[in-house]
C-alpha cells in the first residue's frame, strides 16, 4: 500500500499534489486519474470506505488518505533531510508539525475542531489519526446521515487545516479558528449530494444541526459536499 502512494504522490514546492499515473505521466491530481489507478492497483485496506464512500469530496478525501498513510510533507519529514534548520508549526509556532501535531495536537487545531465537533455526533476531540480512522471505521459501511456526515466533515477539516497550513507558508495568507471553521462548513454546503433516509429520528437531528431539506423519500442535501 505505502508503495502504491509512494509511487504515485507527489507534492511540489508550493504544496500542490500532483499525481503520477501508472503510465508514469506527472499530472495535476484528478479524481477520475486517482480512482483508475487505484482501481488497477486494487488498493483496498479495511479503513478503505472511512476515506473513500460515494458521497465523499474526492479533494478531501485524498488529502485525509494521504493523512492518514502520512504521506504529507510535514516538518517532522524535513527536519531529516534540513537537520541545522529550525521549524515551526505555521498554526501555532510552538514546535515543528506533523500528522498528528498539525490536525490534532496544535492548538489552533483543537479551536477547530471544538467548533465543528458540535456539528457531529462524535464524542470527545480525536487526539490522532489513527484514533478517528478506528472510530469511524466500524460504523463506515453504513450508509447512514450520521456516519456520512462523520465522515464528510472530518475529511474536510483535515483538508482545510492543511490547506490553511500551506497557505500562511507559501501565499502568508492567514485566517483564524473561526475563519477556517465558517470556510469548512460553507464548503461542505456548496455541494450538493442526497441519499436515502434509513433512520427519520437520526435524520432529524442531521436536519436541525445543518439545515437541510427533505424530499419525499429522500434527504437532499442541497449544499452538504
Ligand atoms: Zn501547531
Not at 488529502?63 to 505555521?90: G, H, N, S, V
Request: with cysteine; aromatic share 12%; charged share 25%.
Amino acid at each position: 500500500m505505502r508503495d502504491i502512494i509512494k509511487h504515485h504522490v507527489f507534492e511540489d514546492n508550493d504544496g500542490t499534489v500532483q499525481w503520477v499515473t501508472n503510465k508514469g505521466n506527472k499530472v495535476s491530481y484528478s479524481t477520475g486519474q486517482t480512482w483508475d489507478d487505484l482501481k488497477v492497483n486494487k488498493v483496498n485496506v479495511p479503513w478503505h470506505h472511512v476515506v473513500w464512500f460515494p458521497q465523499a469530496n474526492p479533494k478531501h478525501a485524498f488529502i485525509m488518505w494521504l493523512a492518514i498513510q502520512e504521506r504529507l510533507t510535514t516538518q517532522d519529514k524535513l527536519m531529516k533531510w534540513y537537520p541545522l534548520k529550525t521549524f515551526q508549526c505555521e498554526l501555532c509556532g510552538k514546535e515543528a508539525d506533523s500528522i498528528n501535531h498539525l490536525f490534532f495536537g496544535c492548538e489552533y487545531s483543537k479551536a477547530v475542531w471544538l467548533e465543528v465537533k458540535k456539528l457531529l455526533l462524535f464524542r470527545g476531540l480525536p487526539t490522532n489519526i489513527h484514533a478517528i480512522v478506528q472510530k469511524i471505521a466500524v460504523f463506515s459501511y453504513r450508509n447512514q446521515i450520521w456516519d456520512v456526515i462523520n465522515r464528510i466533515t472530518i475529511a474536510a477539516t483535515v483538508y482545510n487545516v492543511w490547506q490553511e497550513r500551506n497557505s500562511r507558508i507559501f501565499k502568508g495568507r492567514r485566517r483564524s479558528e473561526s475563519e477556517l471553521v465558517k470556510c469548512i462548513v460553507e464548503g461542505i454546503k456548496l455541494n450538493p449530494t442526497s441519499f436515502k433516509i434509513k433512520n427519520s429520528v437520526s435524520m432529524a437531528r442531521a436536519a436541525k444541526n445543518w439545515g437541510l431539506d427533505l424530499d419525499g423519500s429522500r434527504l437532499v442535501i442541497k449544499h452538504l459536499m
